[in-house]
């Protein structure tokens, strides 16, 4: 609807206006032409079995269900192309997100495969079919990205995006910034984040300060909640098996055209393992609770106005492991437990104007964090966080492939703990973006940002991508590159003289996709490199925290998706990725040379049974201490069978062969485990 009323939304003075803008945001306007148009098998492509964006017409539907193609009268007549207007202004979360489309790149609706930013989209189907109950885990094994969790089910989770720091990691929930403010580096835990309620996830990879400001250095993850659309249907869904793990999750949603809604809540309980290494002799479980409430309200009173409310809690508490001061190793200790409460919510109001040529969306959100750790030896056993985000956006259709993009964003935070008294910082960021097709198979975008920090001054950063298709080979060439920057938590100022900037990167990447077999197999070569500087990092001549680090990161991401059959999917992916700390030479911790998946799904039965299994392998890898940990490979399985229409068996095997591996030194690794469940849809 709105890429119709974009075509009627071009008098001459509308245009003689497009061209000053253009100007005045420093782009030169050129000569536009029809877009390139989706193939027939690309409309019928999920994303779901993606193991990265640029897999967007692998066919991985049912295949009889496509209709013959119609006899053509004359060849020789030429085919027109669907026009698809980039960065058009967004129906979503007004209308249902279309498969082939995604929103976090350029916070505008992205058709998937007319952008150069390297993307890797998790669909609902894809998060269901694996069987986990945790992002992380689904996100385990996708390419450009590292999971590290310190012990079992609860852990400290972390998540490296082509080797830069945790804490370089944005996380959004629909947009809402989620990095813990009250944390030694405000980094991202992801040991409580479960799947309730999400409806898909997705991950940039580079930096992406441009558009999402301070912590967007090595990428980011968004995390978009399901919306509710048609008649009203629940699900409930029970799950079992090994340490002593159960589960229980139900759901409601539904919508018209006036309202929608989406109601989400689960509970996880689980005896765990021993989060200090059973390799030094420790055997007392640590278990694991975490309880998850999720929804998505809507209202549009008319076709130009959309009102849209997101909430998520979570109350965890997990077990812990002491630490012997003396002896610096992990121990065993009963009654140690870290109890975590999280409260996100954001509401957020859309409005159209001029036919829907331009878009005005403002928001305002606060997620609220409270820490209690009950160990013996705990220095600060109470952390309390909160942070606040106002946002407002202009999205202006200068043309019919030409989209300007205007924002700004103002962001404060605040944390208590037993030992520090309230401290608050805030920036103000503003940023502009321009999108464009440019004959009918090339597709760029350029923008700049301006941040001002309350205490680490200011920050300047870009970013320009570019994709190009030679239509007649099915080749695609992309490619990016940017700036980012970190502004220091709250926690690091406090270690410091007072005085400290924002970390800084630049990144690029440059790769190839090729299609082949009539777009059953994809394949895609990318090559990425980062240069950190102005890294915090701790000065033992000064024993504060100072601007002194600086590093690298390079590597070579490799995709494939092949359609064997109807039913049968393959899919692979290796990342080859080169740290170095350039102050001390060495590699930085965690962060494998090299790491491979290979994984199939198999449907059987006319589609009434499924199977899926994956490799994992991961290389060696520095951790603290100078200790190199061992490479390992896990295997995992997964199923399900329809028993009716409205009832699913399901379940899945975890380290299938018992592999006996280590993530962080002295930390404890699940063995082999089953889980099993039923999903109950009416």
């Not at 079992?152 to 996380?171: D, E, M, W, Y």
């Not at 305002?364 to 209690?372: K, S, T, V």
């Not at 942070?387 to 993009?405: C, G, I, K, M, P």
């Not at 004959?439 to 350029?446: G, K, L, Q, R």
Request: hydrophobic fraction near 35%; charged fraction near 20%.
């Amino acid at each position: 609807m709105l890429a119709l009323r974009a075509k009627s939304f071009f008098p001459a003075a509308r245009r003689r206006l497009a061209i000053a803008l253009l100007g005045c945001a420093g782009f030169a306007p050129a000569a536009f032409a029809e877009p390139l148009s989706p193939s027939p098998d690309a409309a019928q492509a999920t994303i779901s079995d993606r193991p990265d964006d640029r897999l967007h017409t692998v066919p991985v539907t049912d295949l009889q269900a496509q209709p013959e193609p119609e006899p053509v009268p004359n060849e020789n007549l030429p085919e027109i192309p669907e026009t698809f207007v980039p960065g058009r202004p967004s129906i979503f979360p007004a209308n249902p997100l279309p498969e082939d489309v995604a929103v976090t790149p350029t916070r505008t609706e992205t058709r998937i495969g007319s952008t150069g930013t390297s993307l890797t989209v998790n669909t609902q189907e894809e998060i269901r079919r694996t069987g986990q109950v945790s992002v992380a885990e689904v996100l385990r094994g996708k390419v450009g990205l590292d999971i590290v969790r310190s012990g079992g089910p609860g852990g400290q989770t972390a998540l490296f995006i082509r080797g830069a720091n945790s804490q370089q990691t944005k996380v959004l929930l629909d947009g809402l910034p989620l990095n813990d403010p009250s944390g030694a580096s405000r980094a991202f835990d992801f040991s409580t984040l479960d799947v309730t309620g999400i409806e898909r996830i997705e991950v940039l990879r580079g930096p992406q300060s441009l558009l999402y400001g301070s912590d967007a250095i090595g990428g980011v993850v968004n995390i978009i909640t399901q919306r509710g659309d048609g008649p009203p249907q629940a699900r409930v869904s029970g799950l079992g098996g090994n340490f002593g793990t159960g589960r229980i999750a139900a759901s409601v949603s539904g919508g018209d055209d006036l309202k929608y809604y989406s109601v989400a809540g689960s509970y996880l309980s689980t005896d765990g393992i021993s989060a200090a290494s059973s390799l030094n002799g420790n055997t007392e479980t640590d278990h694991f609770k975490n309880g998850t409430a999720t929804g998505r309200f809507g209202l549009t009173p008319s076709e130009n106005v959309n009102i849209d409310y997101v909430f998520r809690y979570t109350d965890s508490d997990a077990g812990l492991d002491g630490f012997d001061i003396n002896t610096f190793q992990f121990q065993d200790e009963l009654n140690a437990f870290l109890l975590q409460e999280n409260f996100y919510n954001r509401i957020q109001m859309q409005s159209l104007f001029l036919d829907g040529g331009v878009e005005q969306i403002i928001a305002f959100g606060l997620a609220d964090y409270q820490r209690r750790d009950t160990s013996l030896n705990a220095f600060t056993p109470r952390f309390n966080g909160q942070a606040r985000t106002l946002d407002y956006q202009l999205n202006f259709l200068l043309t019919e492939y030409n989209t300007f993009t205007a924002g700004a964003q103002y962001y404060s935070e605040e944390f208590t703990s037993t030992n520090d008294p309230h401290t608050a910082q805030n920036y103000t960021g503003v940023f502009v973006q321009d999108q464009w097709s440019i004959f009918e198979n090339w597709y760029v975008s350029a923008g700049a940002r301006w941040d001002d920090h309350s205490r680490a001054g200011r920050a300047e950063t870009y970013r320009c991508t570019t994709l190009y298709t030679i239509v007649p080979t099915n080749f695609d060439v992309h490619a990016s590159i940017g700036t980012g920057f970190r502004a220091p938590a709250l926690a690091e100022f406090a270690f410091s003289s007072g005085i400290l900037q924002p970390e800084i990167s630049k990144g690029w990447d440059i790769g190839a996709t090729q299609r082949l077999l009539d777009n059953r197999l994809t394949v895609d070569a990318t090559y990425f490199r980062n240069d950190f500087n102005n890294l915090i990092d701790f000065n033992f001549n000064t024993f504060l925290l100072e601007n002194i680090g600086r590093a690298r990161t390079s590597g070579l991401e490799l995709t494939s998706n092949w359609q064997a059959t109807e039913s049968t999917n393959l899919y692979a992916n290796y990342t080859l990725t080169d740290t170095l700390n350039l102050e001390t030479g060495t590699e930085l911790f965690r962060r494998p040379h090299d790491k491979a998946t290979v994984g199939f799904n198999q449907s059987f039965l006319g589609g009434q049974a499924r199977l899926g299994g994956q490799m994992l392998y991961v290389g060696q890898r520095l951790d603290s201490g100078s200790k190199t940990l061992d490479r390992y490979t896990i295997v995992n399985f997964n199923g399900a069978y329809t028993l009716t229409p409205r009832a699913e068996l399901f379940g899945r095997i975890d380290n299938a062969f018992n592999e006996r591996y280590v993530e962080v030194a002295n930390y404890g690794t699940p063995g082999i485990g089953g889980f099993a469940g039923l999903n109950i849809i009416w």
